[in-house]
């Protein structure tokens, strides 16, 4: 397979494996400088969670690591979520609603339908909006709005310097990746994540950058976060009866993760039809969240020192099931009344709870062992992401005893979610907007063919030595076959003339030659015989043209072939005989 790409002239540049070029080494630049960003950001947002934590539930002004679970407000607690709702609903309706969600949505949105571009008011808001309800006991976690907030300071970057969309894209990708890096620890879980749920691409012009970005983050955090792992862990090693236990673990944690989506976008649709504005919505989803965070605390907040407990198995039964069910209401109350807030996190102590519960009957392999596959199984089926889930839950205990579990429960839920729903968690609030995300990667059957494999060889031209006024007689008349033909001159390419050169040639003399006519008002492109299928795509949309003609070399330029729009499309008979026909060849000779 051959590689093509247009050069900033026009021309078709032809590489190797990869489409790849001298903007590397400057995206490869600005990717170092985004790590740093993003892992500033994300520590001024972990300072504001904890800024914001205590001054809305011990009344100081202190950035100190504390929990909402510790307050000692009474049932005045109920009230503080709903509090914090009230002050991002008024953010969101006065500043940018853009805040609103928990930022992967977003992030995918602006990559796929806005070129990539994100506001200042975002970059700024976001941040300030997540800290204040998660601050105010909500129950999500600080990734998701560093995604978006590293994500926006990346774009903001890229469009200062005025670098094209497709660049921009793995710029904010990798903002957007670096963040998680420096809040998680887990560098290659964050470059995962931006080849299954954002990039929708992999290519060395994205995947540098992005590996770049959470290289940088990776090895920023230690200064301001300590090294290590953030939920260190130790299984015992699996027997062959976990894996087993790893099919049914998967199961479950595949049906939860149905059941939230549902209950996230069944608690969304509730609210849309309440007859008050979008405003007030995160103050009664506040309002729910302070009840249920009344009866039990520690599913307040972001929780990870909750989600270490899971794991370690600290936790009897009744407590993690008390968690398990009030973390899952009111993080789909919450985030359904459209407020600021990250999954991962909730997802992690949902999962971590799940385990907990399922571990005192699994058989096969520890306690902890099942906290931890429940917990990636859950991410993983929810986010449909597996390859990231597992990885991540990797990076965040380094238990190497639980790498296999673990990918067997993660691709069992993420198999269950495929088949049971057509999105999940993160696109359906995106299809809801009318727009349709496909998450599938293949090669192009475009980039698998080249041009002499469709081209048409018998090539009807039109020599340069004619007028005009015969040529519109001739070709261009009741009989026309074609919509564009070749001129040339003793074989040789001069260029195209349809109807649209016709009509910019208007007012010249009909009787000049075309060769005299057709400077500055011709389309001077053309495509070897050696250059893929999508090398011809590009170029014919580049020019808006019907037909491109091939010419055996760029210093001949003589006339071999001709490629129209129907003939890219004989490349997907070949994609069509591999998908749909059914061939039983076990007893053919």
């Not at 963040?179 to 299954?196: D, K, R, Y």
């Not at 007859?275 to 103050?283: I, Y």
């Not at 407020?339 to 902890?368: C, F, H, K, R, Y």
């Not at 729903?421 to 990667?441: C, D, N, Q, W």
Request: a neutral charge.
């Amino acid at each position: 397979m051959v590689a093509s790409e247009l050069n900033s002239n026009g021309s078709v540049h032809r590489g190797g494996d990869f489409a790849a070029n001298n903007r590397l080494v400057l995206l490869s630049a600005f990717a170092v400088v985004i790590g740093g960003l993003s892992t500033l950001s994300a520590m001024v947002l972990l300072a504001a969670i904890r800024f914001f934590t205590n001054l809305f539930y011990f009344h100081t002004l202190s950035t100190a690591a504390t929990s909402p679970a510790d307050n000692h407000l009474g049932w005045l607690a109920i009230f503080v979520p709903a509090l914090g709702g009230l002050i991002v609903g008024l953010m969101a309706r006065f500043g940018s609603d853009k805040i609103r969600g928990h930022g992967i949505p977003e992030a995918i949105e602006a990559i796929l339908y806005g070129k990539s571009r994100m506001s200042p008011k975002v970059a700024i808001l976001k941040p300030l909006s997540s800290g204040i309800v998660i601050g105010s006991g909500g129950p999500f976690g600080a990734e998701g709005p560093i995604i978006m907030t590293g994500g926006a300071a990346a774009s903001l970057l890229a469009q200062a310097f005025h670098l094209t969309a497709a660049e921009r894209k793995a710029l904010l990708v990798a903002g957007a990746c670096a963040g998680m890096t420096a809040v998680f620890g887990t560098p290659l879980a964050a470059v995962l994540l931006a080849v299954e749920l954002l990039l929708f691409e992999l290519r060395p012009r994205s995947l540098l950058p992005v590996g770049l970005a959470c290289a940088i983050a990776g090895f920023l955090r230690p200064l301001w976060a300590g090294s290590g792992p953030l939920f260190p862990l130790e299984t015992p090693e699996p027997g062959w009866v976990a894996m087993l236990s790893c099919v049914v673990a998967g199961l479950v944690s595949g049906a939860v993760s149905a059941s939230m989506t549902r209950m996230l976008y069944f608690v969304e649709d509730f609210f849309s039809h309440l007859r008050l504005h979008w405003m007030w919505w995160p103050a009664i989803g506040g309002l729910i969240v302070g009840v249920g965070g009344y009866f039990q605390p520690r599913a307040l907040g972001v929780g990870y020192d909750v989600i270490g407990d899971l794991l370690q198995n600290h936790l009897v039964l009744s407590v993690a099931l008390s968690l398990l069910v009030v973390k899952m209401i009111i993080w789909a109350i919450a985030l359904g009344s459209g407020t600021s807030g990250g999954v991962l996190a909730p997802l992690l102590m949902i999962g971590a709870g799940l385990g907990s519960v399922l571990g005192g009957w699994l058989p096969g392999g520890s306690p902890q062992l099942w906290a931890l596959v429940c917990m990636a199984a859950i991410l993983g089926g929810t986010m449909r992401a597996p390859l990231t889930a597992v990885v991540f839950a990797f990076g965040l205990t380094h238990d190497v005893n639980a790498f296999l579990p673990t990918i067997l429960g993660c691709v069992v839920a993420y198999g269950f979610t495929v088949i049971v729903m057509p999105r999940s968690i993160l696109t359906e609030k995106i299809a809801r907007r009318g727009r349709h995300v496909f998450r599938e990667y293949g090669v192009d059957p475009l980039e698998r063919h080249f041009v002499d494999e469709v081209m048409t060889r018998e090539v009807a031209t039109i020599n340069a030595t004619e007028s005009l006024a015969s040529v519109l007689v001739s070709h261009f008349g009741a009989d026309q076959k074609f919509r564009a033909y070749p001129v040339v001159l003793d074989g040789r390419l001069v260029g195209m003339i349809d109807r649209s050169v016709i009509n910019r040639l208007k007012g010249e003399d009909p009787g000049r030659p075309l060769s005299e006519l057709l400077s500055g008002h011709s389309s001077d492109a053309y495509i070897v015989p050696s250059d893929t299928c999508r090398a011809a795509s590009w170029r014919l949309a580049a020019d808006a043209l019907e037909r491109l003609p091939v010419v055996d070399s760029p210093s001949s330029r003589r006339v071999v072939g001709i490629v129209s729009r129907s003939d890219l499309v004989k490349p997907s008979r070949v994609s069509h005989e591999e998908e749909v026909p059914r061939d039983r060849v076990l007893f053919q000779q």
